[in-house]
């Protein structure tokens, strides 16, 4: 079982960037994949992107591509979220999840069975 805890979240003005943390337990993390979600009032959850266990291999949607940037660091048990050039459209809550099992271009948020509370990210205009 893993428990995950996000930080980092934040106001910022468009173009600007901010760094999002996931901590998580458990001595497997190394075995999930793991996920950046985000949430907007009224809209559904949403993937932003993924990383697999070893890290090499990630996958982004299409409106963050050149923008954010996935990482994890499995002997810190940590996955990061690097946001640059950000937009208001970018506002959220953005939640991390893993999952074991899956494949990292799996986006669907009912795949992942572990999910932290979500930190909010504010992009103003």
């Known amino acids: 079982q893993v428990q995950l805890v996000e930080s980092g979240g934040g106001l910022v003005q468009a173009g600007g960037s901010l760094r999002l943390s996931c901590a998580a337990s458990?001595?497997?993390?190394?075995?999930?994949?793991m996920a950046w979600f985000r949430q907007a009032p009224g809209n559904e959850r949403e993937f932003v992107a993924t990383?697999?266990?070893?890290?090499?291999?990630?996958y982004y949607r299409d409106s963050v591509k050149g923008r954010f940037t996935i990482s994890r660091d499995n002997a810190k048990n940590t996955v990061n979220l690097q946001m640059n050039s950000l937009k208001p459209e970018d506002t959220a809550v953005y939640y991390c999840?893993?999952?074991?099992?899956?494949?990292?271009?799996?986006?669907?948020?009912?795949?992942?069975?572990?999910w932290g509370q979500g930190t909010q990210v504010t992009v103003s205009s």
């Open positions: 990383i697999d266990w070893s890290g090499p291999n990630t």
């Open positions: 458990g001595r497997t993390f190394s075995s999930y994949v």
């Open positions: 999840a893993a999952a074991r099992g899956i494949s990292y271009r799996d986006s669907s948020p009912g795949r992942y069975a572990y």
